[in-house]
């Protein structure tokens, strides 16, 4: 008998999995974190947006991200939008080309063992599926902290705002995805 913890990463798939992980967001995140509501309105309107990395029955983190609309694209990196204003009217689920990545958290005891390696990864494999359907994707994010900004520029992501010209006080990343960059990532 094998007695490996079991790793597993898939989409949330109950309130219950989701407030655990709210809850890891609001720890890590605190005043800056989407409050509650608003991520449960985004969940509740695009259940594919949150992905949770399970170790035997237990979340250890997760990863949120929103099909969202130019003028929301552009709004949050000109410092018009503040991450916690968007609304559900703003995601485009039919024919997404932005996707905001909103979260990325792991619990603190797990940190370092490359778990949002793998969560990054994962959503990879799902942006290379969405870019050969739609032509081209550009993903934006925020970086909460100098290893947010690390990963996400690890990943590829150029800084195209600076924290003092954002509502939000982040620094504002940008990852143009084509079937040609594809090879890349």
């Not at 130019?70 to 997404?96: A, K, Y």
Request: charged letters at 25%; one cysteine or more; a negative charge.
């Amino acid at each position: 008998m094998n007695n490996e913890p079991l790793l597993l990463i898939r989409k949330l798939d109950s309130e219950k999995e989701f407030f655990l992980l709210d809850d890891l967001y609001q720890r890590c995140f605190g005043d800056s974190s989407v409050p509650t509501l608003t991520q449960r309105n985004w969940w509740y309107h695009y259940s594919e947006g949150i992905t949770g990395i399970f170790l035997d029955d237990r979340l250890i983190g997760g990863m949120s991200y929103w099909p969202i609309d130019e003028q929301t694209f552009l709004m949050l990196g000109d410092g018009r939008l503040r991450e916690r204003e968007i609304d559900c009217g703003r995601f485009n689920v039919v024919d997404p080309h932005y996707i905001y990545i909103s979260d990325i958290a792991i619990e603190p005891e797990f940190r370092g063992l490359s778990y949002t390696d793998l969560l990054l990864k994962h959503f990879i494999v799902s942006l290379k599926m969405l870019v050969e359907i739609t032509g081209s994707v550009t993903v934006c994010a925020f970086g909460y902290s100098k290893a947010g900004s690390g990963i996400l520029k690890k990943y590829g992501f150029k800084k195209i705002a600076d924290a003092k010209n954002t509502s939000d006080k982040q620094d504002y990343y940008v990852l143009e995805v084509s079937p040609h960059s594809l090879s890349v990532l």
